[in-house]
């Protein structure tokens, strides 16, 4: 019999699937990378790990330990997963016009919520982690968007396991939203293959596509700037909300159900697929599909679909 001792030895190692049939160049092929499979659905369960292993490391949590960290959904999850799992207890500062389905997958693993205002997003659950952990300094305070184990998961994880499966990778493509994926993976590849292109997707200015940031809108995760995210960096593309979710829509003609920025990521490697001669592009899906259910995305109406997207949360 071969049995994992625990559901956290199911995070990662997620497959490549192509998606070529979407690249309107036959000698540019699209894979993407399945990052739902993980056992909390998203990308997350990594970094979530990953931050509370170095965290471990470093003594910082002790049995029961309390820790506090903002997030409108994947990170969150992803969190309550691994605390329950290790014994610890969780507060996720959420803001209150997130979907549903988010605020009740964090309630399966047992994490308490507090609310932040919807209308100040994610920005203002930030804002009021950082206070709450000032408050209560028995609190551990892992706090993705500066915390290293947030790329390392990614140059550890995520990207030598596109380099096994596909070592002719030309161009790496994923959304931006703390950076961690961009940055762990982009710089791993391009040590490897100076060649390698990494492009970055962003929602428009002032714009929403979920769990996505354009870092114009006035906030720059200290991790990109320590991580030298400028200089890697070799392009940034704008993916509009109702593009993002036509390329979600897409994906599930594939058999794909993917969350919302899979589309806005797709729509970029598409983007990038038309422009180069021939190359393999590798996208990264950061989520399944089940969490935006209550977008309608799937049903017929874009417009409708877009409006809801406007005044809920999806990250
Ligand atoms: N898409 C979704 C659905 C996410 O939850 C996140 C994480 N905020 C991202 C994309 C962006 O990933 P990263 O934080 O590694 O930049």
């Known amino acids: 019999m071969t049995a994992y001792r625990s ?7 997620t497959p490549l699937v192509d998606v070529s049939a979407l690249s309107p160049n036959p000698r540019a092929h699209i894979l993407v990378k399945l990052e739902g499979q993980n056992p909390g659905g998203s990308v997350k369960d990594r970094v979530a790990l990953s931050m509370v292993e170095q965290a471990e490391k470093e003594g910082i949590l002790s049995p029961g330990q309390r820790l506090v960290e903002p997030s409108s959904g994947n990170t969150g999850i992803g969190l309550a997963l691994v605390c329950r799992m290790k014994g610890y207890r969780l507060t996720v500062v959420l803001p209150s016009n997130v979907s549903p389905e988010r605020r009740q997958l964090l309630g399966v693993w047992g994490a308490d919520i507090i609310d932040s205002p919807g209308s100040e997003g994610s920005n203002g659950a930030v804002r009021l982690a950082r206070r709450l952990a000032g408050e209560h300094p028995e609190w551990a305070f892992l706090y993705q968007y500066a915390n290293p184990a947030n790329p390392r998961a990614h140059y550890e994880g995520t990207a030598p396991e596109i380099w096994r499966d596909c070592p002719e990778v030309t161009h790496f493509v994923a959304g931006l939203g703390t950076s961690g994926t961009l940055l762990g993976v982009g710089r791993f590849l391009k040590e490897r293959n100076p060649d390698v292109q990494v492009w970055a997707i962003e929602p428009p200015t002032g714009e929403m596509v979920d769990g ?12 990109f700037t320590a991580g030298g995210g400028t200089e890697l960096l070799d392009r940034k593309t704008i993916v509009k909300p109702r593009e993002s979710i036509e390329w979600t829509r897409r994906l599930a003609e594939l058999g794909i159900f993917a969350g919302i920025s899979t589309g806005a990521a797709v729509a970029g490697a598409v983007r990038c697929a038309a422009t180069i001669e021939a190359g393999t592009i590798v996208v990264v899906s950061p989520d399944g599909g089940w969490k935006y259910l209550s977008t309608g995305a799937w049903t017929d109406d874009l417009d409708v679909v877009e409006e809801r997207a406007r005044s809920t949360i999806y990250f």
């Open 7 to 13: 559901v956290l030895e199911l995070i990662g190692n």
């Open 212 to 223: 996505l940031r354009n870092l114009d809108d006035g906030y720059i995760p200290p991790i």
